[in-house]
């Protein structure tokens, strides 16, 4: 069993559809959560960082932990073509550093 | 504020040929990191370096990858002798304490081993 888990996707979307990527994992002491964007032929960028459980909204970004249940979401609202990529959930023990990344779910929103 | 710069962008070797990566971490970030990206896949942390000294290399297949850091600043990862298996994106990423540890990705080397 893989540590951290993402379904790989594709998943395709009309513009303006609230779009839901989602990560579960195994390690219990994972602390910090992260969301990647990583356009193609790019590096990943962070998006969204958040400690432990709870919510983080950034614009139309908005992450969710859910400790106890071992589950990460990353919702967009207002989906733009700009946000097509793949999507990476990552995740630690300590901080930022040595982090476990997901499969990465290719996003696409179609105009 | 320049971004972590890689070259070259783009290697196609024959197997058991060696290659080498290098890579170029934002100014003053003390720490840098070597992950390998294979397609369809997220990147799996390599090696993960604090200035000139290895934090971590649990995951770098020593036989065949090596990595260096002189002076702290740039740094090459090397493979000798490649394998199919090699074929990947190889990422550079940087961070400073400074920055909350969030790592700064270049855009990668992309390596393939006919």
């Known amino acids: 069993q893989k540590e951290v888990e993402q379904d790989p996707g594709p998943l395709s979307v009309p513009e303006g559809a609230i779009v839901s990527l989602n990560c579960t994992y195994s390690n219990s002491a994972f602390q910090y959560f992260m969301w990647y964007r990583q356009y193609s032929r790019k590096g990943p960028e962070l998006l969204m960082y958040?400690?432990?459980?709870g919510n983080k909204e950034d614009g139309r970004f908005t992450a969710q932990v859910d400790k106890s249940s071992k589950y990460i979401s990353l919702f967009i609202r207002d989906s733009q073509p700009s946000d097509s990529a793949t999507y990476l959930c990552?995740?630690?023990?300590?901080?930022?550093?040595?982090?476990?990344f997901g499969q990465g779910t290719r996003l696409t929103i179609n105009p | 504020e320049a971004g972590v710069a890689q070259s070259p962008r783009y290697k196609i070797i024959e197997k058991r040929q060696s290659v080498a990566f290098w890579c170029n971490p934002i100014?003053?970030?003390?720490?840098l990191y070597w992950y390998q990206q294979i397609l369809g896949q997220g990147p799996k942390l390599l090696i993960q370096?604090?200035?000139?000294?290895?934090?971590?290399d649990s995951q770098l297949p020593k036989d065949r990858f090596s990595a260096e850091r002189l002076k702290g600043v740039d740094s090459t990862l090397k493979i000798q002798p490649a394998k199919l298996e090699d074929s990947a994106v190889y990422l550079c990423?940087?961070?400073?304490?400074?920055?909350?540890?969030?790592?700064?990705f270049g855009p990668g080397t992309r390596l393939t081993v006919l």
């Open positions: 990552a995740m630690s023990i300590q901080g930022a550093q040595k982090l476990v």
């Open positions: 370096f604090q200035n000139n000294g290895v934090v971590d």
């Open positions: 100014s003053g970030h003390a720490t």
């Open positions: 990423a940087s961070s400073s304490y400074t920055s909350g540890d969030t790592q700064y």
């Open positions: 958040t400690y432990s459980s």
